[in-house]
């Protein structure tokens, strides 16, 4: 009996759903600013893919489905980088020590 591709790919997309929910809701809040830094990294480089897919194609002037899908994937993880700078920043200010007023 073969398994149909479909169904082998769906499964695994669905258990990578749970485990990265629970790898996720396990973190520990002084790890959480580490692991902001990391998904920022992999976000460059998702808009390093993302630019390159946008320029795939023919020199003509005509839109392909991969030229919209880079621009797309380059709007969204740039949203993704610089959301996360901000939070990664906000989060290390809660860390630095108050300066008490003379």
């Given at each position: ?90 989060m290390l200010q ?9």
């Amino acid at each position: 009996m073969e398994i149909d591709p479909f169904i082998f790919r769906l499964s695994i997309f669905i258990l990578s759903i749970f485990i990265g929910y629970y790898v996720v809701w396990s973190v520990t809040p002084s790890l959480h600013t580490p692991l902001m830094s990391v998904t920022n990294a992999i976000s460059s480089v998702i808009i390093v893919g993302a630019i390159i897919a946008g320029l795939a194609g023919n020199s003509d002037n005509e839109f392909t489905i991969s030229n919209i899908l880079g621009f797309v994937a380059i709007s969204l993880a740039a949203v993704n980088i610089f959301g996360g700078f901000l939070v990664t920043q906000r989060m290390l200010q809660m860390y630095k020590k108050k300066k008490k007023d003379k």
